[in-house]
């Protein structure tokens, strides 16, 4: 199995400042045919689903505001919330799908400082 | 508009099972996989497993076999997941999702990304 490591494991950012939230797989999820990586990221806020933010490790969705964004390949990776707003307080995932079982990260929780 | 309604929540007692369904809607249903996924309260997000609507192909996780089973009714666009021989340890909330959203659908089988979800189940275990 995959496994999925976070740090940090929570994290308080001042409004409109920087947030940086890594993942790490235990084993590259760059599939080698099409040179995607199969990592992606969630948000959750309480009561909600995961909502999804990024794909390939740096898509972002359709609808996504431009301050996430996504980076890294193989087994390292960062989504970067360039500033953060009142409403990016939430815990975010990160997921692979490359292998089953799919496994995710086990969550950072970003709050306003 | 594309989205995935899911059954109410359910309170049951240890040993007994629970059926959930998702309901699909805006897209072709038998296009996608339907993923499982679990929640239990204040944790992460546990895959349980996928079901190919097409075939009703399934592909579960190692920690539930023998005691999931993912069906659909293609004929009213829904997929269930149940799960047998409850424990206290499977009070959490259950999602479906899939792979096509208002936006964006990609299929590689099971192997996408999860959008859209359904709004979660609330199965509770309880004595």
């Known amino acids: 199995d995959i496994v999925m490591t976070q740090s940090p494991d929570s994290l308080a950012v001042s409004l409109g400042e920087r947030a940086t939230i890594n993942c790490k797989s235990s084993?590259?999820?760059?599939?080698?045919?099409?040179?995607?990586?199969?990592l992606a990221w969630y948000q959750q806020k309480p009561g909600q689903p995961p909502k999804l933010l990024i794909y390939w490790a740096s898509t972002r969705e359709s609808g996504v505001p431009d301050r996430f964004s996504g980076s890294g390949s193989g087994t390292d990776f960062t989504l970067t919330i360039s500033s953060l707003q009142a409403e990016d307080v939430a815990v975010y995932y990160c997921h692979q799908f490359y292998s089953t079982p799919f496994t995710f990260g086990p969550g950072t929780k970003v709050d306003v400082k | 508009q594309v989205q995935l309604v899911q059954s109410g929540a359910e309170v049951k007692k240890p040993g007994a099972s629970v059926k959930v369904s998702c309901k699909a809607s805006g897209y072709t249903f038998t296009g996608y996989y339907i993923q499982w996924v679990r929640q239990a309260p204040g944790q992460g997000l546990e895959w349980m497993g996928w079901?190919?609507?097409?075939?009703?192909?399934?592909n579960y996780a190692q920690n539930f076999q023998g005691r999931v089973a993912m069906t659909r009714d293609t004929s009213i666009r829904t997929a269930y997941m149940e799960l047998s021989r409850l424990t206290f340890d499977d009070t959490a909330v259950y999602y479906c999702a899939s792979h096509c959203s208002a936006t964006n659908c990609h299929n590689e089988g099971g192997y996408n990304w999860f959008d859209p979800w359904g709004q979660g189940t609330l199965v509770t275990v309880s004595s």
């Open positions: 079901i190919d609507p097409k075939s009703g192909g399934t």
């Open positions: 084993q590259s999820v760059l599939y080698s045919s099409n040179k995607k990586n199969y």
